[in-house]
């Protein structure tokens, strides 16, 4: 069961199952996402809670919803150690890219549920080279004027795409 499950229990690891659970509560709280809406539509026809969560996982699938985590995921394997954040934090106000796991239509500031998120991550791979990295990039960006100005904080993509790869 993608290693979730301890082979010689058959029970899943404690730790793992509760950042999970509070990662999934963290963004099912947060507004009406499309997979949160997915689910819930397919809860009122009384459906299982399987094909519940079929359908979020399936909605979350297009590259509208969780395309935005996967590019984050992308940026800080191309970023690859702390050292090169300030140069690519550079090359970002540069070429005047958008930035993802930065900034929200909702949020004029940082992300509420970013420090839930980070607390899931620091849990599940507290020694996790691409944590260290989103860490500098919010510690640079929130003390840039670049970024101020612009009303670029972190958002839950930040430390959202650790999650999956932390599970």
Do not use: W
């Not at 003390?143 to 932390?166: A, C, H, S």
């Amino acid at each position: 069961m993608a290693g979730l499950v301890d082979a010689s229990t058959g029970r899943p690891d404690p730790v793992t199952q509760t950042c999970f659970r509070r990662f999934g509560m963290g963004n099912s709280d947060h507004g009406l996402a499309l997979s949160t809406f997915s689910a819930l539509v397919t809860g009122s026809s009384l459906a299982d809670p399987i094909s519940c969560m079929i359908a979020a996982v399936t909605s979350a699938y297009g590259p509208l919803h969780f395309a935005a985590t996967e590019t984050v995921q992308r940026t800080l394997r191309e970023i690859g150690t702390v050292e090169n954040v300030p140069a690519f934090i550079d090359k970002i106000k540069r070429s005047k890219s958008k930035l993802f796991g930065f900034g929200h239509r909702m949020y004029k500031g940082i992300d509420p549920r970013v420090r839930m998120i980070h607390s899931v991550v620091k849990d599940l791979t507290p020694a996790s080279d691409q944590l260290k990295i989103a860490e500098r990039l919010e510690e640079l960006t929130s003390r840039d004027e670049y970024f101020q100005k612009k009303g670029l904080y972190p958002n839950g993509d930040l430390y959202g795409n650790l999650v999956f790869t932390g599970l």
